[in-house]
């Protein structure tokens, strides 16, 4: 991740201090839940002050806010269930890929959906994907980068063929965890065809973070960018009547306003699905990398937790013997390029 974070102080100094009081935060609060969500439309929004414990009614407000509970045949118990299950995958001795990541994360795309009015532009089900994706975007991530597991021949780099290892394993996770009990299995209630539709868009989001993949996708856009054509919407998303057994009152409204009387929710043209996936892909990776851009008393704290998890590959890569990666050095700690 490029950085502008200056690190050129001596790291047996203050640096070490802010890593201490970043790994600290990971389960500190000091105010009310209630009072900490006030702030929840604002790019100041300290996710450091909400327990650990607490990330899923976050996770919840969000996707209520959104009107995804009205719009689609959510059922609240299964939702918390896979919430709880997916925070349970997440390493908690994992200084930044962890469940805190994973919700801030999701919380950048609610404002890019929200405050840019990214919304606009998706249906109920694109934007439901996409906050699925970012909260289970790096589930079960060990810490660690693709290249060391390539390296080091680790399992999950033999199954996955040294091909967006971590990306292909958070992916696989997340619709394992969806499929795996019926307590969390929240896409129960669709149809087959939006099940269909939503396990493809959360693959295709997911495998959007991979950095391998950054000049590729950045292509994508710049050629979609020379296009004199408006950016084409898929068809909102509404649903049959005779699939409308959530018990939900309302059905293809979200606070974006999907209303619709198509009866096929999940059909749209390429040229709409190709918009739509992009301009998703681009959400989830200016989410990811989100931290380095907000106040810099949030963006400091993440990147001491960067660093710490960081220069931890760095002392394993030392003890056996391979060359220490760039930027995880602990011995040697330069400016972030
Ligand atoms: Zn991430």
């Known amino acids: 991740m ?10 047996h100094s203050t640096l070490i201090e802010e890593e201490k009081e970043a790994l600290k935060s990971i389960s500190a609060t000091s105010k009310d839940l209630h009072d900490v969500l006030k702030g929840i439309k604002s790019w100041s929004f300290d996710i450091f002050e909400i327990k650990r414990e607490d990330l899923p009614k976050l996770v919840e407000r969000i996707f209520v806010d959104m009107g995804l509970f009205e719009a689609l045949p959510l059922d609240a118990r299964k939702f918390f269930g ?4 997916i925070m349970g995958q997440y390493h908690i001795n994992v200084p930044y890929h962890n469940f805190r990541h994973a919700c801030d994360v999701l919380h950048a795309a609610y404002l890019i959906l929200t405050l840019v009015e990214a919304q606009n532009m998706l249906n109920t089900l694109e934007i439901f994907a996409l906050l699925l994706a970012a909260l289970c975007h790096d589930v079960d991530h060990p810490g660690l980068t693709n290249s060391f597991l390539s390296v080091t021949n680790d399992p999950l780099a033999i199954r996955y063929n040294d091909i967006s290892i971590l990306e292909s394993h958070h ?13 969390t299995n929240i896409l129960e209630l669709f149809s087959e065809a939006e099940q269909r539709h ?23 856009l710049k050629a979609r960018s020379t296009e004199s054509r408006p950016f084409e919407c898929s068809p909102p998303f509404a649903r049959k ?6 018990g939900s009152s309302s059905e293809g409204g979200s606070s974006s306003s999907q209303n619709s009387n198509s009866s096929n929710s999940v059909q749209s043209s390429p040229s709409s699905t190709r918009d739509a996936v992009l301009l998703l892909k681009m959400i989830i990776k200016c989410a990811d990398i989100s931290n380095v851009v907000k106040p810099f008393f949030l963006s400091k704290r993440w990147a001491a937790l960067l660093l710490t998890e960081w220069f931890r590959q760095g002392d394993s890569e030392r003890k056996l013997g391979l060359p220490v990666s760039k930027n995880m050095d602990s011995a040697n700690p330069v400016a972030l390029q």
Do not use: C, G, W
């Open 82 to 85: 896979f919430v709880t299950s």
């Open 198 to 220: 939503i396990r493809k868009l959360l693959v295709e989001i997911i495998l959007a973070t991979d950095m391998e993949q950054h000049f590729k996708i950045m292509d994508m």
């Open 2 to 11: 490029d950085s502008e974070h200056d690190v050129r102080k001596p790291r």
């Open 171 to 183: 992916a696989s996770t997340t619709i394992k965890t969806l499929l795996a009990y019926e307590s």
């Open 241 to 246: 009547s005779s699939q409308n057994n959530s």
